[in-house]
């Protein structure tokens, strides 16, 4: 069983930058591939970022490519999502979620995820 908790949302203007955290409590967090989605209002959830155990292939959705980072600690079971020179339009709010499988690859489809954090909101302000 894996239960995600995302933190370090907030508002911040256009321009800036945020990191997120999302803190997985399992002892087999090294060996799963995690995720970042993303859902606005009146929009369906996307992906935004995507890592595998080892961390060696992290994958980007194409509106972030340039601007994000998403990195893993498996000492401390915290995957993080650094996002720079934020934009309006990345307002959202962000969710982490967890592969079940172990060793398996990152995927952009939210259905191949098993275990999703109750998200954390971004406000980019223009």
């Known amino acids: 069983q894996v239960q995600p908790v995302e933190s370090g949302g907030g508002l911040v203007q256009a321009g800036g930058s945020l990191r997120l955290s999302c803190a997985a409590s399992?002892?087999?967090?090294?060996?799963?591939?995690m995720g970042w989605f993303r859902q606005a209002p009146g929009k369906e959830r996307e992906f935004v970022a995507g890592?595998?155990?080892?961390?060696?292939?992290?994958s980007y959705a194409d509106s972030v490519k340039g601007r994000f980072t998403i990195s893993r600690d498996n000492v401390k079971n915290t995957v993080y999502l650094q996002m720079n020179s934020l934009k309006p339009e990345d307002t959202a709010v962000y969710y982490c979620?967890?592969?079940?499988?172990?060793?398996?690859?990152?995927?952009?489809?939210?259905?191949?995820?098993?275990?999703w954090g109750q998200g954390t909101q971004v406000t980019v302000s223009s």
């Open positions: 399992a002892r087999t967090f090294s060996s799963i591939a």
């Open positions: 890592i595998g155990w080892s961390g060696r292939t992290p």
């Open positions: 979620a967890a592969k079940g499988p172990l060793y398996s690859g990152t995927s952009a489809d939210p259905r191949d995820y098993d275990y």
